[in-house]
């Protein structure tokens, strides 16, 4: 496949104006361990991936991006300081058509480009943040790859089970814990003594991404953000 260019997109309504941020097909760059990829291939309306609807709340802008993005030599505009990205609004890190094996290439260019910004290096003087959520973590599916990626931005967990929360935190990731049981009217969750900090956007304030980032950096007073499966 000809290389590209990735077309990167800022802001919608959910993550704010000032973030940068990108889609792949979801499913298709999905591993297994996705619960509601599962459920899709079973063909059961109980319960999806909230990408089903991202065209809801995405900016327009976004909208042509959506089916283009799946294997992709990654070559990224220019990031001045106290830029943001969000990784993959959908998808995953996986090859597209089969999310079992890491994508390597794209991978390769997404550690390239914040290892040279070093997003989450202490002495980085960039004001900006990074982040991504996978369902790559379990089993090791990604490995190595995932594994480097670690090392330069903030890779949440996405888990579904409070089984899989509790192995994610053993493991050492920041988590993102999608569960009906979520109550937003509350601040945070409390998960068989895991402390975590309920996404603001769904609260009363309806807190954008780039008034928060909680799900871009480490605290000592939470392990990770919960959210109400949506």
Partial sequence: MKAKA???????????????TWSRPVYATCPDTCHFKQVKVQNSDADHCYADDQDFFMAQTL??????????????????????VRINVSGDL???????K?????????????????????????TGHAWLYTHGWKQNIYGYALDKLRKCIQVNASVDTVADLKQAVSEGYRVFYSSPTVDHSQTYTLVDGIRLLNCPNFGAKKVKCDECFACARDSKNYAGVAIRTH
Avoid: E
């Avoid at 909208?63 to 943001?84: N, T, Y």
């Fill in 6 to 20: 990735l077309d990167m997109l800022k802001g919608n309504r959910k993550i704010g104006g000032s973030v940068w």
């Fill in 63 to 84: 909208k042509g991006a959506l089916r283009r993005l799946g294997q992709l030599p990654l070559k990224v505009a220019k990031l001045g300081d106290g830029d943001s």
């Fill in 94 to 100: 996986g090859l597209m058509g089969d999310g079992n």
């Fill in 102 to 126: 890491p994508d390597t290439t794209f991978i390769d260019g997404l550690v390239g480009l914040f290892s040279k910004y070093k997003w989450n290096n202490p002495q980085n003087t960039n």
